[in-house]
Each structure stands twice: as C-alpha cells, then as structure tokens.
C-alpha cells in the first residue's frame, strides 16, 4: 500500500475508490464491507517516524476486525521526506561499497 508513496495515480485511486486500489495490490476485502483509508499528515514525517497507527501490526489487527464488523480501517503513513542533497564523490564511493583508488599512473591493486 506504499504504492501511494510513488504513485501519484494510484494513491489517486486509494481516496477515491479504496476497495478497487487496494484489490490492485492484492488485498481483498469481504463483499459488502465498508472502507475507509486516513492518510498521515504530510508534514516532517520520515521512515523511521510512521505514525504508530499505521505500523505493521496495528494495520493487521484493523483488517482482522474488520471481517468481523464489516468496516475495514487502514491508515496510511504520510509520505516520507527525502533529502534530496547532492552527494559529493566522497559520498558516492561510501555509499556504492567503492574505495578510493590511487591517483598514481601504474595498474594496482586497487585500479584494476
């Protein structure tokens, strides 16, 4: 369902038409029970500050019960902040597992 994090159409649809959205996913509901999808604020929310409602379990004990009541609930968490600063090559070969090569002009090691 963090579709909607990526997919502008898609979280569209989640609104929209949640039962049809979240069967494109793969999550089907029991015929005649209601929907309802709450998205998180969009403010400073990051990946490791979801929303404790919308965590894993929770969402999984609010779709168990719903079979039961016949109104599923899920809460979505708000779409994660992503810094989006340039990284310097320094970064880069931190990141990509690289090491820094010599800046010598003979074949070593660590330039091959």
């Excluded at 029970?33 to 998180?40: P, Q």
């Excluded at 403010?43 to 965590?55: F, G, I, K, L």
């Excluded at 992503?82 to 880069?92: F, K, N, P, V, Y």
Aim: charged share 20%; proline share 6%; hydrophobic share 35%.
């Amino acid at each position: 369902m963090l579709a909607s994090w990526s997919d502008e159409d898609y979280a569209s649809r989640l609104e929209s038409d949640p039962r049809t959205a979240l069967a494109e996913v793969g999550l089907f509901l029991p015929a005649g029970a209601s929907v309802h999808v709450e998205t998180g604020a969009p403010a400073s929310t990051t990946v490791e500050t979801v929303e404790p409602q919308a965590r894993l379990q929770r969402q999984v004990d609010l779709y168990e019960a719903g079979f039961a009541s016949g109104h599923v609930e899920f809460h979505m968490p708000a779409t994660p902040l992503i810094d989006t600063a340039e990284l310097d090559i320094e970064d880069l070969a931190s990141v990509s597992g690289g090491i820094t090569c010599c800046s010598c002009c003979c074949p070593c090691c660590c330039c091959e």
